[in-house]
């Protein structure tokens, strides 16, 4: 388990962002084109190795 404030989250892919405007931008792009923009999944908490360490 994880504590903390939990991210903000796409709710079209599941992904999370710490930055509101993100996950926002993500929302929009996959309910437009049902699929993920890497421009965008980059910045989500899954794909930002070098913030956090897992394990
Ligand atoms: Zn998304």
Redesign the pocket.
């Known amino acids: 388990m994880k504590s903390g404030n939990p991210p903000y989250q796409?709710p079209?892919?599941?992904?999370h962002y710490k930055e509101k405007e993100w996950a926002e931008k993500?929302?929009e792009?996959?309910s437009e084109h049902q699929s993920?923009n890497l421009d965008?999944?980059q910045y989500a908490v899954e794909n930002d190795d070098s913030n956090e360490k897992r394990s």
């Open positions: 796409c079209e892919c599941g992904l993500c929302e792009w996959c993920c965008i999944i």
